[in-house]
């Protein structure tokens, strides 16, 4: 134990850098779908046509909303929604085509959001699928169309449970409460083992709702739910989310090591830089909208991404050794949100030309590049340009004393050749040489493009 360091009992169960093969998986995703469905998609953020934007905290939020048209007895006429829950067009195979064709490698789904509705027949709670007209177990048909499609499947699990007499927010004191919460966490556990159980081909939990005090107060118990999940399911990812140390340390513990095998707290948000991120795994997950993860019916006068949007913070997450995970909330019937199917297909068609400078591309340890987003792999170095400078000619820096320089390039969008010029304008000549690439001045594109740059020593 390092001075200064405290001894902890419930630190972190697994290494700071897993080098297992499911590890490895994950490190070389770059690109994810999340997907929230569940009750909330039927009111699609609005009651009586009133949409709760500006009150509830996002569309997955309306149960709490308390605006004008919001149902007097609200808790329970949202509760009552899975009464109503059957979405006819719910195609599991159509989402996961989908997903592949845009480029996901993995998907986060919600099997149960704060509501507590679960999107699979549970055995401990009858607040679950079967209940709905619809029936089927919704979780299972996502696991084995994503499972066919060569997508991994992590679950999306919140502890939090507003419709569970059993939880509550605040730590546990009278004996009453204490007996109570002991059976809401033999509840969480059974439900997550079960999950295993039924699911077997999950890569991961993507868990949510753990910043409540009797979650944090229960810093034992977490800890050997996570060791048991780990035992039952050799290689499970799990990330910072889960649970916290005994000193109430979330995400990162007391010692400032990481909780779980990737830091989890990118919640529509990014570094600004490398530094930030310690060397540790990462994922970021985004909206389209602004803050809405469940279905909303209406987009209008909100500011919602567009494909170039999302391909910025793509290459921003990768170029930073980060997934990035793209959020999609379908409606009640089960169908995508219209600008939800056109972002999937757009950045499913630049994929297909850039897939190389993303999947499996690292970090480049290169100066920030003013024109887009560097990465590398296998010897080779790749600009995603976004800013294309009026000369068209794209600057490189490179350290002066670097094994490896750009000798060839060419344009991912056509195969073309690009010639490359060392330039040596004088400038940090202590640490930084340069290297011109000439982009032709007809390069008819509007969308951002991959320069890749071959790599050999410099003459
Ligand atoms: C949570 C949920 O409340 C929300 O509905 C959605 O599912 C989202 C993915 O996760 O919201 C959060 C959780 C954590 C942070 C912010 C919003 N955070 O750490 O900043």
Redesign the pocket.
Known sequence: KPTGQKELRYGPITEAHRTDEAMERFRNYGLGQ?I?WGLYAIPGNEWEGVSARGGA??S??IRSWRGPTAPKNWATTYNNLYKQFNPTDFDAKRWAKQAKAMGAKYVIF?TK??DGFAMWPSKYTDYNISQTPYKKDIVKEIVDAYDAEGIDVFL?F?ILEWNNPNYMSAEPKTAEEKERFAKFLAYTRNQLLEQLENYPSIKGFWF??T?DRSWVQAAEFTYNLEKELRTKHPGLIIGS?FRNDEYGKRHFDSNGRLLGDYEQ?W???LPADYSWLDGNDWDA?MTIPPNG??YMKDWSGLYCKDTDDILDMLMQCVSMNGNFVL?FGPDGLGNMHPQEDKIAAEIGQWLAVNREAIYGAKHADLPVSKFGYYTQKQGNLYLTVFNRPVNNRIRIAIQKNAAAVPVRAQLLMNGSTLPVHHADIGLDLDKNTYYDIQLPAALETDRPFVIKMIMGVPN
Do not use: L, M
């Open positions: 999340f929230h905290a996002a997955e939020w919600t959001h704060h999306y919140s949510d709702g910043w989310r707290g919640e529509r948000k997950v993860w469940g959020n």
